[in-house]
T-cell receptor, first 120, second 112 residues
């Protein structure tokens, strides 16, 4: 158990709909990352939040958005869903210290169990 | 952008055999990490490497951070059935998400 929780485990919805995926990071971790993994594919970085603020953006579609709340949990919102959005969505968390010799160590990302989204 | 290559793409081995896989890049990284993913589950961190040349073990797993900072390898000794899964390497240049790059994975199958 990584300490990162994600809900729901599975989500089935129709094209055009909007869904929200939720992630709670490990206790003490300030950074949350969202990834998309399509069938038999690698992990595609979507977006990172650090202590409530957007920190970095990857290949995230304009139909997707995320936020991180004061209690550090994060939500990924997917709207106007298309068939191709069906995938596993993972969040990961890390401490992300500001510099220092151990910066690299604390940037290890720990992954949640994922949400499997199926768009019909 | 930064890309990682992993080889082999997939491998089938007999239980008890040793396994070696590697990860290469045209870019340098400050940290290399190895993850294992079981079907339908999240990746689990196996080993993290922080310094060029570093060799680190975790049970039957051994990984090394290449001297050039552009590669890393993972060895698994005396494989067992539960080693089945996809092994991802990840390179990290900085603390921001876009500087954290995953390889495409090596799919390992262990035959009894």
């Amino acid at each position: 158990d990584s300490g990162v929780t994600q809900t729901p485990k599975h989500l089935i919805t129709a094209t055009g709909q909007r869904v929200t995926l939720r992630c709670s990071p490990r206790s003490g971790d300030l950074s949350v990352y969202w990834y998309q993994q399509s069938l038999d594919q690698g992990l595609q970085f979507l977006i990172q939040y650090y202590n409530g603020e957007e920190r970095a953006k990857g290949n995230i579609l304009e139909r997707f958005s995320a936020q991180q709340f004061p209690d550090l949990h994060s939500e990924l919102n997917l709207s106007s869903l298309e068939l191709g959005d069906s995938a596993l969505y993972f969040c990961a968390s890390s401490v992300t210290t500001q510099g220092g010799e151990r910066e690299a160590f604390y940037n290890e990302q720990f992954f949640g169990p994922g949400t499997r989204l199926t768009v019909l | 952008g930064q890309q990682l290559n992993q080889s082999p793409q997939s491998m089938f081995i007999q239980e008890g055999e040793d396994v070696s896989m590697n990860c290469t890049s045209s870019s340098i990284f400050n940290t290399w990490l190895w993850y294992k993913q079981d079907p339908g589950e999240g990746p689990v961190l196996l080993i993290a490497l922080y310094k060029a040349g570093e060799l680190t073990s975790n049970g039957r797993l051994t990984a090394q951070f290449g001297i050039t900072r552009k590669d890393s390898f993972l060895n698994i000794s005396a494989s067992i059935p539960s080693d089945v899964g996809i092994y991802f390497c990840a390179g990290q240049l900085g603390q921001d998400g876009q500087n954290f790059v995953f390889g495409p994975g090596t799919r390992l199958s262990v035959l009894p």
